[in-house]
């Protein structure tokens, strides 16, 4: 199958990654959270899509500070307006579920995510909500020569407007392979002088919803990328330069199937950490107490060699032992194995 221009094949891997999506898709439906849990997902997924998205491009933006701008809605410099916008134009996603995807949009969300931004001063030329009317190109980082040059501006319309048909195709296709499909052919236009790599994770993100996934936001693909960023680049220019699309969109698919399956996880971590939160306000637990319980939350399990080195070696195993004993008491830890080979495990509260 070719796609404007570049070669495309469902091959066994990819019908095997879709088939998962799909029951992880029914899994994740009837997944019950409560209020408060969901409250926190949601919080968390939409900070880090948003810092994820920008950290993509090189911003020298930290986790902490993005979080603090989207608590106060408020930006002090140019990261984090960035950071402010894209976390903006997702939500604002959620108004156009129903829409086809146009130029026009398109345009728009460029907009978003270029407002109040001053861009670089070496891109005179940017103009945000307007396709580029120059020539631009892809630099190798380790060498002043130019790795790919992107398509003659004067194409550029005539492109999107065949993406824009491609996003809302009546064909018998897969609907779940057109955002992955989308967000490779945009890039590799490259239509605007700057925002392209944010712009087009919205457009994957808003064709990802009207596929009919991820209604409730709890998982985001700009996390995945950015948490694999080295691959991510290389899919892409690989991709454009063997004109082949085939395993971006595996990669793209696999990423699916990671965050799907870091819903199950994030939901078990947030309600073992408010149980920890309720017994200690009627125990009393120290710093180290915290650092071997949310070790232990986070990891599943634990070896007493791996407490040992938690405590950086200042407590005995005999004492730690006492400790293990005290936790299992309070009904929060479970012992697994024999004396020397023990493993300890965080116990899981019970379904709501």
Request: with cysteine; net charge positive.
């Amino acid at each position: 199958m070719i796609i404007q221009g570049y070669q495309f094949s469902i091959h066994p891997p990819l019908k095997e990654l879709l088939a998962q999506i799909r029951s992880q898709k029914k899994r994740l439906n009837a997944l019950f959270i409560s209020p408060e849990i969901f409250q926190k997902m949601f919080k968390r997924n939409y900070l880090r899509q948003a810092y994820s998205s920008t950290k993509i491009e090189y911003s020298l933006i930290g986790f902490n500070t993005a979080q603090k701008v989207l608590n106060l809605k408020k930006a002090q410099n140019e990261e984090g307006q960035e950071v402010l916008n894209v976390a903006n134009t997702h939500l604002a996603m959620a108004w156009h579920l129903n829409e086809s995807i146009s130029n026009d949009l398109i345009i728009s969300i460029h907009q978003q995510i270029s407002d109040g931004l001053k861009g670089s001063l070496t891109e005179p030329d940017y103009r945000p909500g307007h396709y580029r009317t120059i020539q631009n190109y892809l630099g190798d980082p380790f060498s002043d020569r130019i790795s790919y040059t992107f398509p003659d501006p004067k194409k550029v319309p005539k492109l999107m407007q065949q993406l824009c048909r491609f996003a809302n195709t009546k064909e018998p296709m897969e609907k779940l392979l057109i955002p992955g499909i989308f967000h490779f052919i945009f890039i590799a236009i490259h239509p605007f002088v700057n925002g392209n790599g944010r712009t087009a994770r919205v457009l994957e993100d808003l064709l990802f919803k009207k596929a009919g996934y991820n209604s409730r936001n709890l998982y985001n693909l700009s996390e995945y990328y950015y948490t694999h960023l080295k691959q991510y680049h290389f899919f892409l220019n690989r991709g454009r330069e063997q004109m082949d699309l085939t395993e971006f969109v595996e990669f793209y698919l696999t990423g699916i199937v990671e965050s799907q399956n870091n819903v199950f996880h994030e939901k078990i971590v947030l309600e073992r950490l408010a149980k920890l939160h309720e017994l200690s306000k009627k125990e009393s637990l120290d710093a180290l107490d915290k650092k071997i319980l949310n070790y232990l939350i986070e990891k599943e399990e634990l070896t007493m060699k791996k407490a040992l080195k938690l405590a950086f070696k200042k407590i005995t195993a005999e004492a730690l032992r006492l400790r293990f004993q005290k936790y299992m008491q309070w009904g929060i830890m479970a012992k697994k194995g024999d004396y020397k080979n023990a493993k300890y495990i965080f116990k899981t509260p019970p379904a709501a």
